[in-house]
């Protein structure tokens, strides 16, 4: 009985694990999925060519409010808005995934169950009216030889 409720200890505890886990604060995107579209700095999006520069205090204080207001409006929309969209995408992927476990790959399945009953139905057709006929004409015409002649 002991034995019993330690298994259960632990596969509760592999099951809370699961939902709770420890995330990395620092490397929030560890698998690299916004590395070509997300990364805009000042540099991305305002230039000033050769020959056509601003004052260079209007420059640095453009970076500056560029960069904090960017680093702050983020902020506040993650703020406001992260934990509602996270929800919200939380349960559109619980729906996608009920979906194609209760209904697309049974389906899937059951298709697959049909398809080998016809292919067997089909194969013994083709074998019972195709193979033969193919085997008279190929012994028919396995003594037609073909000649070819050069004429000049």
């Known amino acids: 009985m002991a034995d019993q409720y330690q298994y259960n200890t632990n596969e509760e505890k592999l099951v809370k694990d699961s939902h709770t886990k420890e995330i990395d604060l620092i490397n929030r995107d560890p698998n690299s999925i916004n590395d070509d579209v997300i990364k805009v700095e000042f540099e991305d ?14 420059w640095k204080l453009s970076y500056t409010t560029f960069t904090v207001s960017k680093y702050w409006c983020y902020r506040i929309l993650s703020a406001i808005f992260g934990i509602p969209v996270a929800l919200l995408w939380g349960f559109l992927f619980a729906c996608i995934s009920f979906c194609h476990i209760w209904a697309v790959v049974p389906c899937i399945k059951s298709c697959f169950i049909e398809s080998q009953c ?6 013994l057709c083709i074998q019972t009216f195709c193979d033969p006929f193919f085997e008279a004409l190929g012994k028919i015409f396995s003594s ?4 070819l002649r050069k004429e000049v």
């Open 144 to 147: 037609v030889k073909v000649a």
């Open 118 to 123: 016809i292919s067997r139905i089909y194969s």
């Open 45 to 58: 999006v305002i230039a000033e060519p050769d020959g056509t520069h601003s004052l260079d205090g209007v």
